[in-house]
């Protein structure tokens, strides 16, 4: 448990960079042949990793700065307009609401590791549209007034330096962080920015304001210490006629949190206005639509590696950041092994094919999905496929070209099937994308209960409801341009044409079906109900309006569609070269620290993969590492253990060994040093680890601290 | 008790009339304040301590009749001063008229640390600026912060005029009443005035005074009467309801806008505001709505219903997207904290007997029920050992699961209680409210009031 | 501080005349320590001379002396000194034979600044320049051995410490114990002397420094008849007749007199006199009326002394609960009740929020209620102004829940009935509400 601490502070404060920290460490040297070697197509797999990756980040990047695009220029245009009126001089002439603070309360979500991405965006935007002066706070480096004052005064001073690089070096460490200095500092900025004289170096600033507000950035809001906090906002409300402050608090939670920081007194010095950043799932099925559910790249990720990021995001963290990295590591896998090599854009993978030699081809003639697709060839051609290179070469190519075809169909039918399913009652196909998606991965949609379920309601759907769904999906599709997409939306357009036509002469007749649904799912009372209803719709069956027939006609060539378009991939032949299935990734995303140590110690032969260590029935041979004997004994004790019989323990069983030359017994009154050291060096190390901690309750004792294995 | 002829107080007349018009009803107090103050070539009442409620307009009182009758002074709120070092430097660097700027890089008049220096300083810089004759007066707001600097300094204060040697004139404002500002050795009582609050009639003066442009006086003052009569129960903080009032006055004239109603009719303008004012008085105090804002929920908000509604969703009672154990980390912490540790048993055990009370434990329980007394510290593996109950299916104790603990700390839901020993000793509470627990709970469909102690 | 700008001729303006006036009575009133002749007090005379001798013996012959000056505030400990030294310094060889060196316990925080100050005074600091010293005993033995030089005999210093008792806080009294070290030693001539308030400062010496004072003490007490104190209190009005504009000053101090034979005025001193005899409490009374005085305002009225009267003893807690909003008020009578119920145990904002909502459910009709964070607002504003505080071994600080806070009431029952009485428009359920306490 005591780890906990630990553990997760670690994992917290690496987050927010990390994404960063993945290109720095360079992957060439991870890519390596079984032999270790760095030979031709390790280089070249790395290669078409590396690009893959830098298009797929930029994308993502392009992303992430237009989802907040909306909330990100309201607050931008809200700081724009705080201080209207603002201008120095005159100090005791100013309106009465003048000691109230303009503040901008950012809802950021509880993903904390996407907040510094957003913020650094935020600042970068008001930087280059409305101030040059923005201080960004963090909770942990404010714990008291002096901190803060001297963080805010920092950076507002240096940024007046990098700003117009000129000779005067203001060594700020030795000015008294106060907001008199920053007062003086202020003004004499302006007056700089206003005198004619400006370097080209500049340009930029003239788009300024003639007094930009200073915007101070509070990210964790909840972090701060209340007293802090309540002081600072207080000096700032005194300053405000000499300073245009602009406060921006990121609250992560709620906007109640200000209250349960600031009394009245303090929270009436604010005018606050909220504004509410896009939920991190927005978020994310924008990144999986322009990521995995795009033709762009070859790269995609198997039912069990997607359904296990998923989770990780919905189940532990909202964190966008964090499902990123688990794309970019499952890529990286991908390519570590052979078949990435081909996962590239057509040429390069064609060209490589050809200057494949046998060895690659055994390789790839492996993969099950391959062999499946020999065993339904004719018994000749199976051995072709099996010896003749060249030919195999050839079947490769096109068999990558229908996968390729089969993608560009996939995506605009897949959300078609979406627009179709997704308003249905009870969402039997999902109510996200992402959801359809993961199924369609698994297995073969049609063959989904859910899909069953769906095509049911859609067969009960009154016309309205049909035709207007049919225009989502229409509208859906026409985000592609792909031929065959476009006969689909004719082939649609023309039904929906035709529900049209057959206007009011149907109106009576189909009366009944619209509501005939309607009893059907409300009536499933008693039992002869159930049978006379069965009666009459068996009735029903014979006439149907003319309605019906055309809603049947249309939802078999709908549902036609997308058995012929949505297969899932799996069961396409050499799709594990695109497909990155293995779902050892489950191990690298989501680690079991304790787990992992606590197998270490209890069976070192998993780990080290020694013979001698295989023990039976969980019994400890004496070979192993001591701090595995020592931890192994110490699960026998009680809360209490007292040294010198653990230590005795200890001896026994190292000695357990060599019984026979009856050392053992002779060594049981002493202890030779050597076997002591040793044992002492466990036992720190187990304290190390929080399995045990010294206690003051009883002399030569320490205190067990763990129960039971999980 | 009139003011005289104020020229007697050897002010120009002028300079008084306009001070007396920039602090309303306040004339008693400003005429006193100028009879002790006197010329300032007199001696002048060494120590004045002025208390009063926020927004009885102290600071604004003093700093204006020192701004416009120009009197050497130094103005410092004592909340800046977080040592008392900033208090001095402050201080002399106001006396000496030095401001902090590029050209004198950003130092102070004189590095003093101590009181002894800053007695000394501040002596020599009234002598070069030659006002030994005149009065020197150093205002400190937010006096009480005065106590918890070193225990020599406020009581050096009260006696600066008799350290320094010199016509010193030292102010004290602040809330709080004289009584708790007397301890230690040495103080010297204060001449102690009191600012009372303003009462209905000077409101309204004050606040007709922010009229806006485009409407007549007695217009405004009717708004005003409306608004005071809603509030004036509630509070009395002048700039809380200058605040309410310039908020709702776009809303009060919209009739008058879309023409159905004249500034004669009060009756239908009162109709129409009285309700929004009824629910402002709800968030009275809690300034979650800029007026920008405000006016564009009560656009968007045609049916009170929903703007009641606009403003819930900004009082933040929006339920919180957590990630799934997120939520049942939350839950579980909420039961700990609020469960005696010996129902556990009775809670998450299968088939454990059902739950009674005794009528004592009842009676007990009334009095110390943990949802009036608060939350109860929890180690860590009660934690864990309620959450794996309470949670469907299995759960890998993984890193992902522990970090999700730690940021439930830093959102502040729930907070570690000091702990010297980082292996086992971490405990922690849960901060949480019941009526947001409940909407958490929800949307995990979890009853949680099944698992309360408190309501079985 | 006394010398001031002359102005005009002897027959002055109306305006100067009073400015003038101004200028005499601030002087008295408004400096606590300013000498005002208690003429005839007899009780002053006897430690008056005994300081008197003890400092001049000092001057005349060398003679080192330690004493204390104990008496309550106001009982004019300072006054006396300065009096005495005013008195001695009129003889011109005790001006040139003794220095005079004054420090403060409010200002000498430290010895290490004490030190630096006696220099100062002793304008040593050249002589002293940079010289580092291995203790404090040598630099002051330095300090005083370099009096010697120069001046024919050594000179004497006279050492007067305010606020003594603070002296002894400093660590290991040092100074002090230097100090009355070398005056028994009789190093050199030193008089130190000693002002404090508290009667016990002996026992805050340590052993070695009580070993070494001479046990002299001088006690003063606020024991002035009520004769005297009306006598002090026309002292302290009446123009000195030296004052330019005689006729003036005629008409004033026959005004003076009038005054003090005035029943009204003479009760309400009567008044304060029982309340405390203390001489900066009358100074304090006169403050306002000596400053209301102007041309237009000619005479000190008896409404300038009553109203003086009130603001002396208005009691400030019911003013600041004048200042609360109902719902502030609700919350303090809430808080009243739950104190009563559990005997003044600390309770917590939920407990009070509780209460309040029983009280607003029963009387909904007429009392406005107020959501959570609403009243939440309030009841911080209460503990802002320090009507409640939080119980002791309560975690301050943002950590723990504001809502569960443990607390306690600093109001009284009186106090707030007085202040729900004097409320403008307080609601009759609250009222009651308050009643049924």
Request: proline share 4%.
């Amino acid at each position: 448990m005591s780890t906990s601490g630990s553990v997760s502070k670690a994992c917290f404060v690496f987050k927010p960079k990390a994404g960063k920290r993945k290109k720095k460490l360079n992957p060439a040297d991870y890519f390596v042949d079984e032999s270790g070697a760095r030979t031709e197509a390790t280089r070249a797999r790395c290669e078409t990793y590396q690009i893959l990756w830098e298009d797929m980040n930029k994308d993502i990047e392009a992303l992430q700065t237009d989802i907040h695009k909306k909330v990100f220029d309201d607050l931008v245009g809200y700081v724009g307009s705080t201080h209207p009126g603002f201008c120095l001089g005159e100090e005791i002439q100013h309106k009465v609401s003048s000691n109230e603070i303009p503040t901008a309360a950012l809802v950021t979500g509880v993903n904390m590791p996407d907040h510094g991405m957003i913020f650094s965006n935020l600042t970068s935007l008001l930087q280059d549209n409305i101030t040059p002066y923005v201080a960004r706070l963090q909770a942990k480096d404010c714990s008291a007034m002096k901190n803060i004052m001297s963080k805010v005064i920092m950076q507002f001073m240096d940024n007046k330096e990098l700003l117009d690089d000129d000779d005067d070096e203001v060594q700020v460490k030795r000015i008294s962080p106060t907001m008199p200095v920053l007062c003086g500092w202020y003004a004499d900025s302006v007056k700089r920015s206003q005198s004619p004289n400006k370097s080209p170096s500049k340009k930029r600033k003239t788009s300024y304001g003639q007094y930009p507000p200073l915007v101070i950035v509070m990210e964790d809001l909840e972090g701060f210490p209340a007293q802090v906090l309540q002081d600072f906002i207080i000096i700032c409300s005194q300053y405000l006629s000499r300073l245009p402050l602009v406060l921006v608090f990121g609250i992560a939670t709620t906007v109640t949190a200000v209250h349960t920081l600031l009394p009245h007194s303090v929270s009436s010095l604010l005018c606050m206005e909220k504004f509410q950043a896009q939920p991190s799932t927005e978020y994310l099925s924008q990144v999986i639509n322009k990521t995995l559910l795009s033709t762009k790249y070859p790269f995609k990720l198997g039912h069990r590696v997607f359904q296990l990021l998923l989770d990780i995001f919905l189940y532990h963290d909202f964190s966008v950041v964090n499902f990123i990295r688990g794309l970019q590591f499952a890529m990286l896998e991908h390519f570590f092994n052979d078949l990435g090599m081909l996962c590239c854009g057509v040429k390069l993978r064609t060209s490589r094919i050809r200057a494949m030699d046998h060895r690659e081809l055994e390789a790839i003639r492996k993969t099950s999905s391959f062999r499946r697709y020999v065993e339904l060839q004719k018994p000749q051609e199976q051995r072709d496929l099996l010896l003749n290179d060249k030919l195999t070469k050839d079947v490769f190519i096109s068999l990558l070209k229908d996968l390729d075809s089969y993608h560009t169909m996939c995506y605009p039918i897949l959300h078609c099937l979406h627009a179709l399913t997704c308003g249905l009652p009870r969402h039997p196909l999902g109510k996200q994308l992402r959801e359809l998606y993961s199924l369609v991965l698994e297995s073969n949609v049609w063959e989904t209960q859910g899909y069953k379920d769906a095509f049911n309601l859609l067969r009960l759907m009154a016309r309205d409801d049909l035709v207007s769904v049919l225009g989502q999906c229409v509208e859906k599709l026409e985000g592609w341009t792909e031929s065959d997409v476009s006969d689909v939306i004719m082939e649609v357009q023309t039904y929906m044409a035709q529900l049209d036509s057959l206007g009011d002469g149907s109106q009576e007749e189909q009366e009944e079906p619209e509501e005939r649904p309607k009893e059907r799912l409300s009536k499933t009372t008693k039992l002869h109900d159930l049978q006379n209803r069965l009666r009459e719709s068996a009735k029903q069956k014979k006439k149907l309006t003319k309605y019906e027939v055309l809603r049947n006609k249309i939802l078999d060539y709908l549902d036609e569609i997308f058995r012929t378009h949505l297969p899932s991939p799996t069961t396409l032949p050499l799709h594990e070269v695109y497909y990155y299935r293995v779902s050892t990734l489950r191990r690298h995303m989501n680690a079991a620290p304790r787990a992992a140590i606590q197998t270490a110690l209890s069976n070192p032969y998993y780990y080290l993969q020694d013979e001698t260590l295989k023990s039976e029935d969980g019994t400890i041979p004496n070979t192993a590492p001591d701090v595995c004997i020592a931890y192994k004994l110490h699960l026998e004790c009680g809360r209490l253990i007292n040294l010198y019989d653990w230590l005795q323990a200890f001896v026994m069983l190292v000695h357990s060994g060599e019984e026979n030359d009856g050392a053992g017994t002779s060594k049981q009154n002493k202890v030779d040093e050597v076997l002591q050291a040793r044992f002492i060096r466990a036992v720190s190390e187990l304290q190390f680890l929080g399995f045990i901690k010294p206690t003051k309750r009883k002399t030569d004792h320490v205190a067990r601290l763990t129960w039971g294995g999980c | 008790m009139a003011a005289g002829p104020p020229t007697v107080f050897g002010h120009p007349t002028e300079q008084l009339a306009d001070l007396y018009s920039s602090c309303p009803s306040r004339h008693d107090l400003v005429t006193q304040l100028l009879a002790l103050f006197g010329q300032n070539n007199h001696l002048s009442c060494p120590r004045v301590f002025l208390y009063g409620p926020t927004g009885s307009g102290k600071s604004h009182v003093i700093s204006s009749i020192l701004n416009t009758l120009k009197l050497p002074h130094a103005l410092v709120n004592c909340v800046e001063c977080y040592t008392s070092r900033l208090l001095y430097d402050h201080i002399l660097n106001q006396v000496a008229l030095v401001t902090p700027a590029p050209d004198n890089d950003y130092t102070n008049y004189s590095r003093c640390d101590n009181m002894n220096d800053f007695v000394k300083t501040l002596r020599t810089i009234i002598e070069d600026r030659e006002l030994q004759e005149e009065t020197m007066y150093i205002v400190l707001d937010k006096a009480e912060r005065l106590r918890e600097m070193d225990m020599n300094i406020l009581p050096a204060f009260l006696r600066l005029g008799e350290l320094t040697g010199c016509n010193v004139c030292v102010v004290l404002l602040t809330e709080i009443v004289w009584e708790k500002f007397r301890a230690g050795t040495g103080m010297c009582e204060p001449l102690v005035l009191h600012f009372p609050d303003y009462t209905k009639d000077e409101l309204l003066e004050i606040l007709s005074s922010d009229c806006p442009t485009g409407y007549t006086k007695d217009f405004y003052m009717s708004y005003v009467n409306i608004v005071l009569s809603v509030f004036y129960m509630a509070c009395r903080n002048l700039n809380e309801i200058r605040h309410l009032a310039l908020l709702n006055f776009p809303k009060f004239c919209e009739p008058i806008k879309k023409g159905e109603a004249t500034e004669e009719d009060v009756h239908k303008l009162w109709r129409n505001i009285e309700p929004h004012l009824r629910k402002a008085l709800q968030t009275v105090y809690l300034r979650e709505v800029s007026s920008a804002q405000w006016e564009r929920m009560q656009e968007g908000a045609a049916t009170q219903e929903s703007s009641s509604a606009n403003i819930k969703t900004l009082t933040g009672k929006v339920n919180m997207e957590l990630p799934f154990y997120s939520k049942f980390l939350l839950i579980a912490a909420y039961l700990a904290s609020y469960n005696p540790a010996r129902t556990d048993r009775r809670f998450f055990l299968k088939h454990a007997g059902k739950m009674k009370k005794t009528v004592q434990q009842m009676k007990r329980d009334e009095r110390a029920s943990s949802q009036l007394l608060g939350p109860k510290p929890f180690p860590l593996d009660r934690l864990m050992a309620i959450f794996y109950s309470i949670v469907e299916g299995k759960v890998a104790p993984t890193a992902n699961i522990y970090s999700q603990i730690s940021s439930l700390v830093t959102l502040r839901l729930m907070t570690q209680v000091g702990s010297d020993d980082q292996l086992d000793g971490a405990k922690f509470k849960c901060t949480v409210g019941l009526d947001f627990m409940r909407s958490i709970a929800r949307t995990v469909n979890f009853d949680i009031i099944r698992y309360l102690y408190d309501f079985v | 501080m006394s010398k001031r700008k002359s102005t005009g001729s002897a027959a002055m303006s109306e305006g100067a005349c009073y400015s003038e006036l101004q200028r005499v009575l601030r002087e008295r009133v408004y400096k606590i320590s300013a000498p005002c002749d208690v003429a005839g007090e007899n009780d002053l005379d006897k430690p008056r001379r005994h300081l008197l001798d003890l400092i001049q013996r000092c001057s005349s012959m060398g003679e080192s002396n330690s004493a204390l000056i104990i008496g309550p505030r106001g009982a004019g400990k300072t006054m006396l000194l300065s009096s005495v030294l005013a008195e001695l310094k009129e003889n011109r060889d005790f001006r040139d034979n003794v220095l005079e060196v004054h420090l403060n316990g409010l200002l000498q925080t430290d010895d290490r600044i004490a030190l630096k100050e006696i220099t100062r005074q002793l304008q040593l600091e050249n002589v002293v320049g940079n010289r580092v010293f291995g203790s404090f005993a040598d630099n002051l033995a330095f300090l005083l051995e370099a009096l010697k030089k120069g001046s024919r005999d050594s000179q004497a210093v006279l050492f007067v410490l305010e606020e003594f008792d603070l002296f002894a806080h400093h660590k290991n009294q040092t100074l002090l114990y230097n100090l009355f070290d070398v005056a028994q030693s009789q190093q050199a001539p030193i008089t130190v002397i000693g002002l404090t308030c508290r009667l016990d400062v002996i026992e805050l010496l340590e052993k070695r420094v009580k070993s070494r004072f001479s046990h002299r003490q001088i006690h003063l007490f606020n024991s002035l008849t009520f004769d005297q104190y009306l006598r002090v209190f026309r002292s302290l009005l009446v123009l000195p007749a030296e004052f330019r504009d005689k006729k003036f000053c005629g008409k004033w101090n026959k005004h003076v007199e009038s005054l003090s034979d005035d029943p009204g005025v003479t009760s309400i001193l009567r008044k304060l006199y029982d309340t405390s005899k203390d001489i900066r409490t009358l100074k304090m009374f006169l403050m306002l009326p000596v400053a209301r005085i102007c041309p237009s305002h000619p005479r000190l009225e008896m409404s300038d002394f009553v109203e003086a009267h009130k603001i002396l003893t208005a009691d400030s807690k019911s003013n600041t609960l004048h200042g609360l909003s109902v719902l502030e008020l609700c919350l303090v009578v809430a808080m009243r009740r739950l104190s009563d119920v559990f005997v003044n145990q600390p309770f917590n904002f939920q407990m009070v929020y509780n209460e309040y909502q029983k009280f607003v459910q029963t009387r909904s009709y007429a009392v406005q209620s107020f959501d959570r964070p609403v009243v939440l607002k309030a009841f911080e504003h209460l503990q802002q102004m320090e009507l409640v505080r939080a119980a002791e071994g309560a975690g301050i600080g943002g950590r723990g829940q504001k809502e569960f806070r443990p607390m306690l009431l600093m109001i009284d029952k009186s106090q707030l009935m007085q202040a729900i009485q004097k409320y403008p428009a307080c609601p009759t359920e609250v009222k009651h509400w308050a009643n049924t306490l």
